[in-house]
């Protein structure tokens, strides 16, 4: 899973309308009710292809989100959870499409 941000973002690589971003970690503390979501942000989906360290920077997208969850979310996928509230977060401020 994956998420394609199509609006224009300037990275430390040059602008781009296809930023590709994956979760690369999903932690969560259960006495806080938190999950703790690390992402790679690549230049495209071809460029992280190519070469999966070949990461972008950018001021606009984090590379560290927190999300509060209610325990009964986590009985499935903390993985599917992180994901629909990093992609909903995202939706926010971006135009967005599902890879």
């Known amino acids: 899973m994956a998420i394609k941000i ?8 040059g602008a781009s309308t296809e930023l590709y971003i994956n979760i690369e970690s999903v932690d969560y ?6 999950i703790n ?6 230049f495209s989906k071809e460029s992280r292809d190519m070469n999966d360290r070949d990461k ?4 606009v997208i984090k590379q560290h989100y927190t999300f509060d969850y209610l ?7 903390a993985f599917g ?3 629909t509230k990093l992609k909903n977060k995202l ?3 971006f135009n967005t499409e599902e890879i």
């Open 81 to 83: 959870v992180a994901y």
């Open 37 to 42: 979501v690390t992402i790679n942000v690549y």
């Open 6 to 13: 199509t609006d224009s973002v300037i990275t430390d690589k």
């Open 29 to 34: 503390n259960k006495s806080q009710k938190t």
């Open 56 to 59: 972008v920077m950018t001021f």
């Open 91 to 93: 939706e926010e401020e």
């Open 71 to 77: 325990n009964e979310q986590l009985d499935s996928n």
